[in-house]
């Protein structure tokens, strides 16, 4: 049964902003919060006293002196005085999961419009900061000090993945390791940021330099050298959900299905190489889109680090467990591939900004949708997806986003 279907009503991405993501030492939380939220609102067709609620997502407030940033986007207007602000936080997908909160309250009725923004302030804060707010995502690590920090978790996954499936990877016609695969994933991802006017890295590294360890590309915590890691970053996004359109609107996308899915926190509860709750969040929103993976054109997913691009292509139904390494070996995920994956750039060279990634993803897909992605834009897009995840597979959530 279809969104439509089941609660009788269309949610509509009716407008929507997006920062520049990287080191923005000129500008602040709340002038990111501010800047955002009124490309939104104005692209929208709508006046700031048309918003009945407005959600926020954003990790970690401890990353900057200002700790309750709920509010911060009424700072735009006094016309939004009153309005219902909160802000949600659930690790690595807190944009997702404000975006998702934001799709209930219309679909419950209780507001009309929404105004969902995500927004992150990191580099002003010490890698000791940003390295110590990121392990309170990990049940094990929280309060912790660790010399490879978040890093170390998702290399730890990659060992466990090649003791596993290295035998696959590796087969005729490409004698390759997982360190190959994973670069040719990071290549990919800076080639494709080269086009995005938003991204942090405009830098295309090509492929020998992302799979070779050097001066220029350490290993930060084996396997994963520098290039499969994406950078600390500042940035916004926002979008305006409603169930109708103004006249003024400037552009306008369908939201077909969504899927939320959490997993156990302690590790030894699950398989770190499967990512089960995040496949069980592809599974609801294509199932309530009606779509399989094939009904895609495209997807942005969570490449915090290029393993899970890796096992994302099996989490999502792209390839079988085991097997993700052909997607990216055979050209599967490309721009001019079956599935393209991450044309932004990816969390990779797009930066991750941790509470804006989850918008800034609706954003770039609503964008290809609309056909004003750019030099981003694919041909023909006319459904396309959205991943975001927190922690290693913990908190997981995808949309399944339609051209009208």
Known sequence: MSLQDQFGKDILLTGWGHSKFGKLTDETLESLIVQVAGEAISNSGLDPKDVDEIYLGQFNSGMQPLGFTSSLALQLSTELANVPATRTENA?????AAFQQGVKAVLAGTARNVLVIGAEKMTDAGADVVGAALLGASYEMAGKASSTGFTGLFAEVAKHYEKRYGSSIARPGFEAGLGDVLGSIAAKNHRNGMDNPYAQ???DFGEEFCRTISDKNPMVAEPLRRTDCSPVSDGAAAVVLSTQATGGATATVRLAGFGHANDFFPAEKRDPTEFAATRASWERALGMAGVGIDG?????????????????????????????SRAIQEGWVYKDGKLPINVSGGLKAKGHPVGATGVSQHVIAAMQLTGTAGDMQLPNARRGAVQNMGGVGIANYVSVLEAL
């Not at 690595?92 to 997702?96: H, I, L, P």
């Open 296 to 324: 895609l054109d495209f997807a942005e997913v969570h490449d915090c680090f290029t393993i899970a691009e890796l096992i994302m292509y099996e989490a999502m139904g792209l390839t079988p467990r085991g097997e993700g």
């Open 201 to 203: 890295m405009h830098r």
């Open 92 to 96: 690595c997908a807190s944009g997702s």
